[in-house]
C-alpha cells in the first residue's frame, strides 16, 4: 500500500472569509466564538480601537467535498453575517470571555473590566472593579460533585459544621488564611462564574453576581441589573504575568521567566517550570476536554494537571505559535498566517492549513467554549477566516477514498477513545477497508480487517467464492457501506479486473501519469495464479475463524460447504477430510458431484458418514479398498512410529477397512453390516470382530443371521464371536455352546496334525499366521487346545457326547478324559490318565 501522507488528512474545510477592512478601520486584536445552536455560532472580533465586532456563522454550509477553497466566493460570504458592532474605548480589546451560561461577554481594555450582553444590544457596563488588570481567566472544575472552600473546607464540611461556624464563614472579612485577606464567603459551585484577575503582583478571586443571587448581598452591594464583582481572596502574587488559568484549586500564572502555581485554597506558590533567557512569549491554554494545562515552551507544548505535574507526555510542534485553540481530539496552533492541528494523544500533524502569506503578523485562533464545537475561526490583523469541522464520517471516507487505511482506523479507535463513535462503528469501517483492500489484491490485510470486525458478516465474503445465483444468495445482506468499492464479485473476477488495472498503471507510469495502484505491484506484476492463491488462502482463514462463532444454521451450512469448496481448489486433502469427518454443516448435494469429479472420494465418504449416509459412505470405501488392492490406484500408505522404535505400515486397503468397520460399529442395520462384513475380514479379521462384538450400537445383531454370514474359513472370526456370546454376553443357549466347542475341537485337531507333520512343537501357533498378512497380531494370544481344555471344563452347557464323537480317533486325549468324565465314565478317564 502506498505511504500515508499526513497532509491528506481533512479535519477542517474552509467556511466563511471576513475582511475587517470593510467594518474596521483598524486591525484586530482578540477574537472569541460562542455557539448558540448546533448550526449557528457569534464571532466577536475585538480590535485595536476598543471596538467589539459581532458576527453570526452558519456552520450547514460548508464547502463541497471536491470545491476549491474559495474563501471570496458570494457562497462564502453567504455562511457569514455582520450583526453589530459596540465601542468601549480607544484602547485595544486584549481579552474576551464569553459567558454563554448569562448571556455575557467580560471584556479587559485597559486595565479596565467591561460587560457586554452576547448580542451586543445594550449598552457596556464598565465594572467598578480596581484597574490596571492584565490578565483574567474563568475558574473551571474537573467534577460536577465537587464543591471547594477557599478556606480549604469543603462543601460537606461546611453544611454539617456549627452555626457559628457558618456565621464565621459567612461574615470572614478580616480573617486571614495563610496571610491571605478574605472579605466574603469563601466557597462556590459548578456553574458560579469565579474568576482569578491578576492586578500588578496582586491575585484576586471573585465572583461576578447579579442582583440578589448571592446570600449576605443588600442592594448597596450588587448592581441587579448588570452585576458586580465581589472579592473572594487575595494572594501575594508576582509580576508581569501574561497568560493565567484557573483548573480546580490551582492557579497556573505565565511570566517570561517561567510558570507559577498558585494553591486558591491556601494561597502557597510554587515555580513549575523556568523558561530559558531567550524564548517565546508563555501561553497556557486550558484543555477542556481532559481538564488538563497545555504549557507552551517554545515550540514545545507540556500537558499538566492541576498540580502542574506533567501527563501524557509533551507535544512537539513544527513551529512555535502565535496562538493556541482546542477542537477536540486536536490543538490548534497558528503563526505566520498557517494553521496546524495536532493529535493530542499522539503528537502528529494531522492537517496543515495556509490562511496568509508570511510577515502577515501576528495571528490568533479562536474555539468554540468547551473546545468540543466544530467551527474554529483564526485571523491575521486584517482577516477572519472560519473553519468547519468535517464530520467523522466524512473524514473517514475522505481517508478510504485516498486509500489511507490505516489512517482512517487510527481515527476511528480516536473517535471511540473520545467517546465520539461506537464500537460498532469501528467495526464497520474496519469491514469497509477490507472491502477496499480486497479489490486492491491485498487479501491478507483484507481479511485482518474482516476478523477485527464485530458486526461482519460471513455470509458477506459468500459472493467471491460463487456465483450468484445459489442456494445461499438470498443471505448476502445488501451493504454498499459508503459505496466506496465494487459489488462483491467472484475471486477470479476480482484478480483478473485488479491485473488489467495493474497493466493500466503500467502504461500510464511510463506516460508520466501518476496512479492509485501499489508501486509493488507495478514495479513487480504478480501472476494470477499467485494472487487468485493468496485470494483463497486468505477466504479460508476468514470461514475458519467464522465457523467458531455463533451463527444461524443457513450461514453455517453457507461457511461450511463453501469452505469445503476453496479447500478443494487448492487440492488440501488433509483440511478436506478433517472438515469432512469432523461435526460440518456441509451440503452434501451441493458438493457430492464436485467431490465424486474430482476424485476425492475419501472426503466424500468422510462426509456421506457425518451425514449418517451410511450405505454410500461403507460403498465408497469397499471400492478404494478394491481398487487399492488391485493396483488400479496408488497405495496411500500411511507410516507411524511404535513406541518400540519400529515402524507400523498401515496399507490404503486396510485404510479403507478400518474407516468402514468404524461406521458399521455403531449401525444396527443388521443388513448393512452383513453385507460389508466380508471383505472387511478378508482385510483384517480382527476389524470383522469388533464389528460383531462392538457396544456401540443401540441394538445388538441377531446371533443367528451374524453366524450363518460368517465365511466357514474365518474359523477364528467364528469362534471370537461365539466366546463374545458365551463370556460377555452370558448367552446360555446350548447350542452356541456346543457350537463354539465343536469349532475348538476341531481346530486344535488341525493344529496337532500340522504340528505332527513339522516335529516342531513351537509351531501350535501356527493358525495365527493365517491373519498376519498385514503384520496384524492374530486374535487369540493363548493356544487353541488351552482355550479348549478352559472351555471344556468350565462350561456345563455343550454337548459332550458331539464333541467325544469328533476328537474319538484324535491324539486330543486329555480333552477326552475331560468329556469322559463330563459323562460319568471315570473308568475311561482313569485309563486314559494312567497312559
Known amino acids: 500500500m502506498a505511504n500515508f501522507d499526513p497532509s491528506a488528512r481533512t479535519v477542517l474545510e474552509p467556511l466563511s472569509n471576513i475582511d475587517l477592512s470593510s467594518y474596521s478601520g483598524t486591525s484586530l486584536r482578540s477574537l472569541a466564538i460562542s455557539s448558540i445552536s448546533d448550526s449557528q455560532s457569534l464571532i466577536y472580533v475585538g480590535t485595536f480601537s476598543g471596538s467589539v465586532l459581532l458576527f453570526s456563522a452558519t456552520t450547514t454550509a460548508a464547502a463541497p467535498k471536491d470545491a476549491p477553497p474559495a474563501l471570496d466566493s458570494e457562497a462564502s460570504r453567504k455562511n457569514v453575517s455582520f450583526l453589530r458592532s459596540i465601542s468601549l474605548g480607544d484602547s485595544p480589546l486584549e481579552t474576551m470571555l464569553v459567558l454563554p451560561e448569562i448571556g455575557k461577554v467580560l471584556v479587559l481594555c485597559d486595565g479596565s473590566l467591561f460587560l457586554v450582553d452576547t448580542l451586543l444590544s445594550h449598552s457596556v457596563k464598565k465594572l467598578s472593579f480596581a484597574k490596571g488588570v492584565c490578565a483574567i481567566a474563568k475558574s473551571i472544575r474537573s467534577s460536577e460533585l465537587e464543591s471547594t472552600s477557599l478556606l480549604g473546607i469543603s462543601v460537606n464540611t461546611l453544611e454539617s459544621s456549627s452555626a457559628s461556624q457558618r456565621i464565621l464563614q459567612k461574615f470572614g472579612g478580616g480573617i486571614r488564611a495563610n496571610g491571605v485577606k478574605t472579605k466574603e464567603p469563601l466557597q462556590w459551585?459548578?456553574?458560579?462564574?469565579?474568576?482569578?484577575?491578576?492586578?500588578?503582583?496582586?491575585?484576586?478571586?471573585?465572583?461576578?453576581?447579579?442582583?440578589?443571587?448571592?446570600?449576605?448581598?443588600?442592594?448597596?452591594?450588587?448592581?441587579?441589573?448588570?452585576?458586580?464583582?465581589?472579592?473572594?481572596?487575595?494572594?501575594?502574587?508576582?509580576?508581569?504575568?501574561?497568560?493565567?488559568?484557573?483548573?480546580?484549586?490551582?492557579?497556573?500564572?505565565?511570566?517570561?521567566?517561567?510558570?507559577?502555581?498558585?494553591?486558591?485554597?491556601?494561597?502557597?506558590?510554587?515555580?513549575?517550570?523556568?523558561?530559558?533567557?531567550?524564548?517565546?512569549?508563555?501561553?497556557?491554554?486550558?484543555?477542556?476536554?481532559?481538564?488538563?494545562?497545555?504549557?507552551?515552551?517554545?515550540?514545545?507544548?507540556?500537558?499538566?494537571?492541576?498540580?502542574?505535574?506533567?501527563?501524557?507526555?509533551?507535544?512537539?510542534?513544527?513551529?512555535?505559535?502565535?496562538?493556541?485553540?482546542?477542537?477536540?481530539?486536536?490543538?490548534v496552533l497558528v503563526r505566520n498566517g498557517k494553521m496546524e492541528l495536532y493529535n493530542k494523544r499522539s503528537g502528529s500533524c494531522i492537517q496543515t492549513l495556509t490562511f496568509g502569506g508570511e510577515g502577515v503578523g501576528p495571528c490568533i485562533v479562536a474555539n468554540e467554549e468547551g473546545g468540543i464545537g466544530k467551527l474554529v475561526a483564526v485571523a491575521s490583523p486584517t482577516k477572519v477566516i472560519c473553519y468547519c469541522k468535517v464530520s467523522s464520517e466524512e473524514q473517514i471516507?475522505?481517508?478510504?477514498?485516498?486509500?489511507?487505511?490505516?489512517?482512517?482506523?487510527?481515527?476511528?479507535?480516536?473517535?471511540?477513545?473520545?467517546?465520539?463513535?461506537?464500537?460498532?462503528?469501528?467495526?464497520?469501517?474496519?469491514?469497509?477497508?477490507?472491502?477496499?483492500?480486497?479489490?486492491?489484491?491485498?487479501?491478507?490485510?483484507?481479511v485482518n480487517h474482516f476478523l477485527q470486525s464485530e458486526t461482519m458478516q460471513p455470509s458477506e465474503v459468500f459472493p467471491f467464492i460463487m456465483r450468484d445465483p445459489n442456494r445461499w444468495s438470498l443471505l448476502v445482506p445488501r451493504n454498499r457501506y459508503w459505496g466506496l468499492h465494487p459489488p462483491p464479485a467472484p475471486l477470479e473476477d476480482v484478480v483478473d479486473d485488479g491485473l488489467l488495472a495493474i497493466q493500466r498503471a503500467i502504461f500510464l507510469r511510463k506516460a508520466g501519469v501518476d496512479t492509485a495502484v501499489d508501486d509493488d505491484f507495478?514495479?513487480?506484476?504478480?501472476?494470477?495464479?499467485?494472487?487468485?492463491?493468496?485470494?483463497?488462502?486468505?477466504?479460508?482463514?476468514?470461514?475458519?475463524?467464522?465457523?467458531?462463532?455463533?451463527?444461524?444454521?443457513?450461514?453455517?451450512?453457507?461457511?461450511?460447504?463453501?469452505?469445503?469448496?476453496?479447500?478443494?481448489?487448492?487440492?488440501?486433502?488433509?483440511?478436506?477430510?478433517?472438515l469432512a469427518s469432523s461435526e460440518n454443516s456441509c451440503i452434501v448435494e451441493e458438493l457430492e458431484t464436485l467431490l465424486d469429479d474430482s476424485g476425492h472420494l475419501r472426503t466424500l465418504a468422510f462426509l456421506y458418514a457425518s451425514k449418517g449416509m451410511s450405505s454410500k459412505a461403507l460403498a465408497i470405501w469397499r471400492i478404494l479398498a478394491r481398487n487399492y488392492s488391485s493396483g488400479l490406484w496408488e497405495d496411500p500408505v500411511v507410516e507411524t512410529d511404535l513406541q518400540d522404535g519400529s515402524k507400523n505400515i498401515i496399507s490404503g486397503r486396510?485404510?479403507?477397512?478400518?474407516?468402514?468397520?468404524?461406521?458399521?460399529?455403531?449401525?444396527?442395520?443388521?443388513?448393512?453390516?452383513?453385507?460389508?462384513l466380508g471383505w472387511i475380514a478378508d482385510i483384517n479379521p480382527i476389524l470383522a470382530?469388533?464389528?460383531?462384538?462392538?457396544?456401540?450400537?443401540?441394538?445388538?445383531?441377531?446371533?443367528?443371521?451374524?453366524?450363518?454370514?460368517?465365511?466357514?474359513?474365518?474359523?477364528?472370526?467364528?469362534?471370537?464371536?461365539?466366546?463374545?456370546?458365551?463370556?460377555?454376553?452370558?448367552?446360555?443357549?446350548?447350542?452356541?455352546?456346543?457350537?463354539?466347542?465343536?469349532?475348538?475341537?476341531?481346530?486344535?485337531?488341525?493344529?496337532?496334525?500340522?504340528?505332527?507333520?513339522?516335529?516342531?512343537?513351537?509351531?501350535?501357533?501356527?493358525?495365527?499366521?493365517?491373519?498376519?498378512?498385514?503384520s496384524q497380531k492374530s486374535i487369540f494370544q493363548s493356544p487353541v487346545r488351552e482355550r479348549l481344555q478352559i472351555f471344556l471344563l468350565s462350561s456345563d452347557l455343550y454337548d459332550p457326547e458331539e464333541v467325544l464323537d469328533l476328537i474319538e480317533g484324535s491324539e486330543l486325549w486329555l480333552e477326552k478324559a475331560i468329556l469322559y468324565r463330563k459323562l460319568g465314565q471315570e473308568t475311561l478317564v482313569l485309563q486314559i490318565l494312567a497312559l
Request: charged share 25%; hydrophobic share 40%; proline share 3%.
Open 689 to 774: 470382530v469388533e464389528i460383531l462384538t462392538s457396544d456401540k450400537r443401540v441394538n445388538q445383531l441377531l446371533p443367528d443371521a451374524v453366524i450363518a454370514a460368517i465365511d466357514p474359513r474365518k474359523v477364528e472370526i467364528l469362534q471370537s464371536y461365539l466366546q463374545w456370546l458365551i463370556e460377555d454376553q452370558d448367552s446360555i443357549d446350548t447350542q452356541f455352546h456346543t457350537l463354539y466347542a465343536l469349532s475348538l475341537a476341531k481346530s486344535a485337531i488341525e493344529t496337532f496334525e500340522v504340528q505332527s507333520v513339522s516335529k516342531s512343537p513351537d509351531d501350535e501357533r501356527l493358525e495365527e499366521a493365517k491373519f498376519s498378512d498385514f
Open 189 to 331: 459551585s459548578e456553574g458560579n462564574n469565579v474568576f482569578a484577575v491578576v492586578i500588578g503582583k496582586r491575585l484576586v478571586l471573585v465572583e461576578l453576581v447579579f442582583g440578589s443571587n448571592r446570600l449576605g448581598k443588600t442592594d448597596r452591594d450588587v448592581d441587579s441589573s448588570s452585576g458586580s464583582f465581589v472579592i473572594l481572596k487575595e494572594i501575594h502574587c508576582i509580576d508581569g504575568v501574561k497568560t493565567i488559568a484557573w483548573l480546580n484549586d490551582s492557579i497556573i500564572v505565565g511570566t517570561i521567566n517561567g510558570y507559577s502555581l498558585f494553591s486558591c485554597v491556601t494561597g502557597q506558590s510554587g515555580v513549575i517550570f523556568s523558561l530559558p533567557d531567550i524564548s517565546s512569549r508563555p501561553q497556557l491554554k486550558l484543555l477542556m476536554k481532559e481538564k488538563k494545562v497545555l504549557m507552551l515552551v517554545d515550540n514545545v507544548g507540556i500537558v499538566v494537571n492541576e498540580h502542574g505535574q506533567p501527563v501524557g507526555g509533551s507535544l512537539v510542534f513544527r513551529i512555535s505559535p502565535h496562538s493556541v485553540g482546542e477542537l477536540s481530539p486536536y490543538v
Open 397 to 446: 471516507k475522505d481517508l478510504l477514498r485516498k486509500k489511507n487505511f490505516k489512517e482512517a482506523i487510527s481515527l476511528v479507535e480516536e473517535l471511540e477513545y473520545e467517546g465520539e463513535m461506537s464500537n460498532e462503528m469501528l467495526s464497520f469501517v474496519h469491514a469497509q477497508v477490507g472491502f477496499l483492500l480486497l479489490f486492491d489484491l491485498h487479501f491478507e490485510e483484507a
Open 522 to 578: 507495478v514495479l513487480n506484476p504478480p501472476t494470477r495464479s499467485n494472487l487468485l492463491e493468496s485470494a483463497i488462502k486468505n477466504i479460508i482463514r476468514y470461514l475458519e475463524v467464522s465457523r467458531e462463532k455463533e451463527l444461524t444454521l443457513s450461514v453455517q451450512e453457507g461457511v461450511d460447504t463453501l469452505l469445503m469448496y476453496l479447500y478443494r481448489a487448492l487440492n488440501r486433502v488433509d483440511d478436506m477430510e478433517r
Open 654 to 676: 486396510e485404510i479403507a477397512a478400518i474407516e468402514a468397520s468404524k461406521i458399521l460399529e455403531e449401525s444396527s442395520d443388521q443388513d448393512l453390516v452383513l453385507q460389508h
